[in-house]
């Protein structure tokens, strides 16, 4: 119907033509706009407020009648004492009556938007088309984001909210109802219920409903706040939850809001955020530090500079969703785009919002006029459409995906943090991640499901403590045994530090050594031959000259620096020589004891690690072993950043340096490794085990296999599908391990890739070469040792 009239519609004013929609499409029931709603009056159940008057934008029953009958019925030369906006709120000062702002109105083109859009994707609808009718999930696309993002109609929002939010589908599925909650919450004696009543009214002191014990909204919210309390016990009561309780009650009736509450404590909101200990809350704060040293470096340094802990003003900005923190009117616009997106929003806004102040803050003078700047930054803003706006071209483009990797990974450092994770609390860290009572309750699989989809694990989670512990303890012997035998072999390794450094300053510091360490170990080479030079880009040296690689061109051309000058020379008359760090003691190809070590005991010791919780395959699946994680999880966190890594996956063929010898990330450089073991152990017929090996091998040489875990264990997507949830590589125990492995980093290994692969066959006739093809020797000398750097 609405599609037959749009072109209609089109050639009448704006306001005959909404007059016209609710004329002749009365199938909608949706409040009409503030314009529309007539002159105050006294009705039956009480008064009606003024269109944009005191109180107009709130729900039907939450408006205060008592203070609404002193409006109406005061003599009209008397000055009110209070004053009041559309949302409730008090307009009065210290310095008198503030000017009050103009009154929120809805745009009749965006409501119109939503109307045809809902009429659209409800087509298949006979008859009218109302409320009921309207699904309770709206389905995604990019035009209702856009619809959202340029703002829902406020009248629409009750309805609007419930849908985009899930609420409303848990509202009409849920076992116990809404009554029952209630009933079984109203124990007065519970501590939850004490603090509570404690702070009703410290909850929204300045609006009307919320005001004193008898205003209209107080029962209603300490009867949603009870409710919530006993449906999630280990939440209980949070100061934040009371006030997005306060705000919602405003708008949908408190039924609604409990559902709503329902959605943002389990869909919409990490698991843990409104907890005792606000781990969930406190971990996106570390994110959020992170995203902006990625997309305000110069709000980063300025923040390093000055030693401002920015959580001490975030954290209540998300704890609460930024209610109390911004103006009302800009809190429903990023909520109408929080229900729909979920947290990803929180920091997109937070985000948006710094940067909007970001000239400000840098050109603070000092460290208080910083921190006031950055307390008092939300009540200075007063359009919401600017606030989303550069939000959404700041950080539009920030993805649940990678927020999740984030979340997951700051999490565990938390744990490990305050836990120190030691092998006696890996049960209590493991309980407490992702640690939310659902409602729903857990059906156990039936014997046909078990049969096709694999064994329950119970018996597995029942032992998995005592067997993390013995896992820990196996591969803690195997390192000790490593840095022993570097002990007795090389001098340099006897004051060698080995516990495990469980900071989390130690984690900030793992890719800044990182770096450092692949930028001191570029490949050197020593000249075999006189090169001179004829072109600008050319690099010319004598004989035995010490050349540093940067990078190879391909096999004939590479490109390297001496002497401060760099650049290429087009045959291979070099052959590299020891990295500076270099020791007999982890050289495989000297002293043959390190292969019995690393192969033989601390391969199978994070063997054991990888295999703990990796999930067992069922009769129809495939073969299932941590290769074959590892090969999935270093594709997906390369793949994540693609476009800026391919040139160099494609050009470069060593497995530290590109073309113009940056160094690489560990995610890249993972990448390659199992891609070079991979091409060297296929067509040997290797198995997984010993590719397994020879890639813990590679990360020994790079020092970099404890970044190598955090990678693995980052890649959410790949651990969740290939590991339970109480394995090690799914738990925060991984930084545990993560730490352990460190310890190996500080050694120099030089082992081969291919120890275990069958040996070529040698050629039988070894003849002198002729002079003209001197190259090929030097081509096949190209992993010789014989120098010491």
Same mark, same amino acid.
């Given at each position: 119907?609405?599609p037959?009239?749009?072109?209609y519609?089109?050639?009448?004013t704006?306001? !005959?033509?909404?007059h016209?929609?609710?004329?002749?499409?009365?199938?909608?029931?949706?409040?009409?706009?503030?314009?529309l709603?007539p002159?105050?009056?006294?009705v039956?159940?009480?008064?009606?407020?003024?269109?944009?008057?005191?109180?107009?934008?709130?729900?039907?029953?939450?408006?205060?009648?008592d203070?609404?009958?002193?409006y109406y019925?005061?003599?009209?030369?008397?000055?009110?004492e209070?004053?009041y906006?559309?949302f409730?709120?008090?307009?009065?000062?210290?310095?008198?009556v503030?000017?009050?702002p103009?009154?929120?109105?809805e745009?009749p083109?965006?409501?119109?938007?939503w109307?045809?859009?809902?009429?659209?994707?409800?087509?298949h609808?006979?008859?009218?088309?109302?409320?009921?009718?309207?699904?309770?999930?709206?389905p995604?696309?990019?035009?209702?984001r856009?619809?959202?993002?340029?703002?829902?109609?406020h009248s629409m929002?009750?309805?609007?909210w $419930?849908?985009?939010?899930?609420?409303? %589908?848990k509202k009409?599925?849920?076992?116990?109802?809404?009554?029952?909650?209630?009933?079984?919450?109203?124990?007065?004696e519970?501590?939850?219920?004490?603090?509570?009543?404690?702070?009703?009214l410290r909850?929204?002191?300045?609006?009307?409903?919320?005001?004193?014990l008898?205003?209209?909204?107080v029962?209603?919210?300490?009867?949603v706040?009870?409710?919530?309390a006993?449906?999630?016990? !280990?939440?209980?009561?949070? %100061?934040?939850?009371? $006030?997005?309780?306060?705000?919602?009650?405003?708008?949908?009736e408190?039924e609604?809001?409990?559902?709503?509450?329902?959605a943002?404590?389990? !869909?919409?909101?990490?698991?843990s955020y409104?907890?005792?200990t606000?781990?969930?809350?406190?971990?996106?704060?570390?994110?959020?530090?992170?995203?902006?040293?990625?997309y305000?470096? &110069?709000?980063?340094r300025?923040?390093?500079?000055?030693?401002?802990?920015?959580?001490?003003?975030?954290?209540?900005?998300?704890?609460?969703s930024?209610?109390s923190?911004v103006?009302?009117?800009?809190?429903?616009?990023?909520?109408?785009?929080l229900?729909?997106?979920?947290?990803?929003?929180?920091?997109?806004?937070?985000l948006? $919002?710094l940067?909007?102040?970001?000239?400000?803050?840098?050109?603070?003078? @000092?460290?208080?006029s910083?921190?006031?700047?950055l307390?008092?930054?939300?009540s200075?803003?007063g359009?919401?459409?600017?606030?989303?706006?550069?939000a959404?071209r700041l950080a539009?483009?920030?993805?649940q995906?990678?927020?999740?990797?984030q979340?997951?990974? +700051?999490?565990?450092?938390?744990?490990?943090? %305050?836990?120190?994770?030691?092998?006696?609390?890996s049960?209590?860290l493991?309980?407490?991640?992702n640690?939310?009572?659902r409602r729903?309750?857990?059906?156990?699989?039936?014997?046909? /499901?078990?049969?096709?989809?694999?064994?329950d694990?119970? *018996?597995?989670l029942?032992?998995?403590?005592?067997?993390q512990? *013995?896992?820990?303890?196996?591969l803690?012997?195997?390192?000790?045994?490593?840095?022993?035998?570097?002990h007795?072999?090389d001098?340099?390794h006897?004051?060698?530090?080995?516990?495990?450094d469980?900071? $989390?300053?130690?984690h900030q510091?793992d890719?800044e050594?990182?770096?450092?360490?692949?930028?001191n170990?570029?490949?050197?080479?020593?000249?075999?031959l006189?090169?001179?030079?004829?072109?600008?880009?050319?690099l010319g040296?004598r004989?035995?000259?010490i050349?540093?690689?940067?990078s190879?061109?391909?096999?004939?051309?590479?490109?390297?620096?001496l002497?401060?000058?760099?650049?290429?020379?087009?045959?291979p008359?070099?052959?590299?020589?020891?990295p500076?760090?270099?020791?007999?003691?982890?050289?495989?190809?000297?002293t043959?004891?390190?292969?019995?070590?690393?192969?033989?005991t601390?391969?199978?010791?994070?063997?054991a690690?990888? =295999?703990?919780?990796?999930?067992?395959p /069922?009769?129809?699946?495939g073969?299932c +072993?941590?290769?074959?994680?590892i090969?999935?999880?270093?594709?997906?966190?390369?793949?994540? !950043?693609? @476009?800026?890594?391919? &040139?160099?996956?494609?050009?470069?063929?060593?497995?530290r340096?590109?073309?113009?010898? #940056?160094?690489l990330?560990?995610?890249?450089?993972?990448?390659?490794a199992?891609?070079?073991?991979?091409?060297?152990?296929?067509?040997?017929?290797? =198995?997984?085990?010993?590719?397994f090996?020879?890639?813990?091998?590679?990360?020994? @040489?790079?020092?970099?296999l404890?970044?190598?875990?955090?990678?693995?264990?980052?890649?959410?997507?790949?651990?969740e599908?290939?590991?339970?949830?109480?394995?090690?590589?799914?738990?925060p125990?991984?930084?545990?391990?993560?730490?352990?492995?460190?310890?190996?980093? #500080?050694?120099?290994?030089?082992?081969?890739?291919?120890?275990?692969l069958?040996a070529?066959?040698?050629?039988?006739?070894?003849?002198?070469? #002729?002079?003209?093809?001197?190259?090929m020797?030097?081509?096949?000398?190209?992993?010789?040792?014989?120098?010491?750097?």
């Amino acid at each position: 119907m609405f599609p037959l009239l749009s072109f209609y519609f089109l050639s009448l004013t704006l306001f !005959d033509s909404l007059h016209l929609f609710l004329l002749t499409v009365p199938h909608l029931p949706l409040l009409p706009p503030s314009s529309l709603i007539p002159s105050p009056l006294c009705v039956p159940g009480g008064y009606t407020p003024a269109p944009g008057g005191p109180f107009s934008a709130l729900t039907s029953s939450m408006w205060p009648q008592d203070i609404l009958a002193k409006y109406y019925q005061k003599d009209p030369t008397e000055e009110a004492e209070l004053q009041y906006d559309e949302f409730g709120f008090r307009l009065d000062s210290d310095d008198g009556v503030e000017p009050r702002p103009e009154p929120q109105r809805e745009d009749p083109q965006q409501r119109l938007r939503w109307q045809a859009h809902l009429e659209f994707t409800h087509n298949h609808t006979v008859g009218d088309l109302t409320w009921d009718l309207i699904s309770p999930v709206l389905p995604r696309s990019e035009r209702l984001r856009s619809l959202v993002l340029g703002g829902i109609p406020h009248s629409m929002r009750p309805q609007l909210w $419930m849908r985009l939010s899930g609420a409303l %589908q848990k509202k009409r599925t849920t076992e116990i109802s809404y009554k029952e909650i209630v009933k079984n919450s109203t124990n007065d004696e519970t501590t939850a219920a004490k603090q509570i009543e404690k702070d009703l009214l410290r909850t929204m002191p300045s609006n009307a409903c919320f005001c004193s014990l008898q205003s209209v909204g107080v029962p209603r919210l300490r009867r949603v706040l009870r409710g919530l309390a006993w449906l999630y016990p !280990d939440i209980g009561y949070c %100061q934040g939850t009371g $006030m997005v309780v306060s705000c919602l009650l405003l708008f949908l009736e408190e039924e609604d809001v409990l559902w709503m509450m329902c959605a943002l404590i389990e !869909d919409l909101l990490p698991p843990s955020y409104f907890s005792s200990t606000l781990l969930g809350v406190q971990t996106d704060q570390r994110v959020l530090r992170q995203l902006i040293v990625q997309y305000l470096p &110069s709000l980063d340094r300025l923040l390093q500079e000055h030693d401002i802990e920015l959580s001490l003003i975030t954290l209540h900005w998300f704890l609460t969703s930024f209610a109390s923190v911004v103006d009302i009117r800009i809190l429903l616009r990023i909520w109408d785009l929080l229900f729909y997106q979920g947290s990803v929003v929180l920091f997109q806004v937070t985000l948006g $919002m710094l940067k909007i102040k970001e000239e400000e803050l840098v050109s603070s003078e @000092n460290s208080a006029s910083i921190f006031n700047t950055l307390s008092d930054l939300p009540s200075q803003l007063g359009d919401g459409a600017a606030v989303l706006g550069e939000a959404m071209r700041l950080a539009g483009a920030l993805s649940q995906d990678t927020l999740e990797t984030q979340r997951n990974k +700051h999490l565990a450092y938390i744990l490990n943090e %305050q836990a120190q994770l030691n092998t006696n609390n890996s049960h209590t860290l493991n309980n407490n991640l992702n640690k939310v009572v659902r409602r729903q309750s857990v059906r156990r699989k039936s014997t046909l /499901s078990s049969l096709l989809w694999g064994e329950d694990e119970a *018996e597995a989670l029942k032992s998995k403590n005592i067997k993390q512990t *013995e896992l820990v303890a196996a591969l803690r012997e195997a390192i000790t045994r490593t840095a022993e035998h570097f002990h007795c072999l090389d001098p340099r390794h006897t004051s060698t530090d080995l516990t495990p450094d469980y900071s $989390m300053e130690s984690h900030q510091r793992d890719h800044e050594n990182f770096l450092v360490v692949s930028r001191n170990r570029r490949r050197r080479a020593k000249a075999l031959l006189d090169f001179e030079r004829h072109d600008d880009d050319e690099l010319g040296f004598r004989k035995n000259d010490i050349i540093t690689i940067f990078s190879q061109k391909d096999e004939h051309c590479w490109v390297g620096e001496l002497n401060g000058l760099r650049g290429e020379w087009k045959h291979p008359i070099s052959i590299p020589i020891s990295p500076p760090h270099y020791s007999l003691a982890g050289d495989d190809s000297v002293t043959e004891a390190v292969t019995d070590l690393v192969r033989g005991t601390l391969c199978p010791a994070l063997k054991a690690i990888f =295999q703990h919780g990796l999930k067992k395959p /069922s009769i129809l699946g495939g073969p299932c +072993h941590p290769w074959l994680f590892i090969e999935e999880a270093a594709s997906r966190e390369v793949e994540r !950043d693609f @476009n800026s890594v391919y &040139s160099r996956l494609v050009l470069c063929k060593t497995y530290r340096l590109d073309e113009d010898g #940056k160094v690489l990330t560990p995610e890249e450089l993972l990448y390659r490794a199992v891609q070079s073991v991979n091409m060297s152990h296929d067509s040997a017929h290797a =198995q997984m085990d010993v590719k397994f090996r020879s890639l813990l091998c590679v990360g020994l @040489n790079e020092q970099v296999l404890h970044l190598w875990l955090e990678v693995l264990c980052s890649s959410m997507p790949a651990v969740e599908k290939w590991y339970q949830p109480w394995s090690f590589l799914r738990s925060p125990g991984w930084v545990q391990i993560k730490c352990e492995l460190r310890v190996l980093s #500080k050694f120099a290994f030089s082992l081969s890739q291919d120890c275990e692969l069958p040996a070529k066959k040698e050629e039988k006739d070894q003849r002198p070469l #002729k002079e003209g093809v001197q190259d090929m020797l030097v081509k096949h000398h190209l992993f010789s040792w014989d120098i010491d750097g």
